[in-house]
């Protein structure tokens, strides 16, 4: 793997990051974080399992954890 496709899979998750963001807002909850992410997980697992690993729920993992980083640095998951 060189930079530029980690250039690109990070760009990718940014870009599915802000889609999600505008789409579902903040996350009311640390423990709706942790579900989502577990939820997203699950998902990635079950295309592993298959032997299919699939980047694109792997980027959606990614995607879910990096605007929860958001949010907590910004002080808005501190319920």
């Known amino acids: 793997m060189n930079d530029q ?3 690109d ?10 889609r999600a963001c ?4 903040d996350f009311m909850s640390g423990h709706e974080l942790a ?7 699950e998902e990635f697992w079950e ?5 299919e ?3 694109d729920e792997l980027i ?3 995607a879910v ?6 949010q907590i640095r910004a002080g808005g998951l501190n319920r």
């Open 35 to 41: 579900s989502v992410l577990r939820e997203e997980f």
């Open 53 to 55: 690993a699939d980047a």
């Open 22 to 25: 505008a789409r579902f807002g």
């Open 65 to 70: 954890a990096v605007r929860g980083a958001a």
């Open 9 to 18: 899979a990070l760009g990718d998750v940014a870009d599915e990051a802000r």
């Open 60 to 62: 959606q993992l990614a």
């Open 5 to 7: 496709q980690i250039a």
């Open 47 to 51: 295309t592993v399992r298959r032997d």
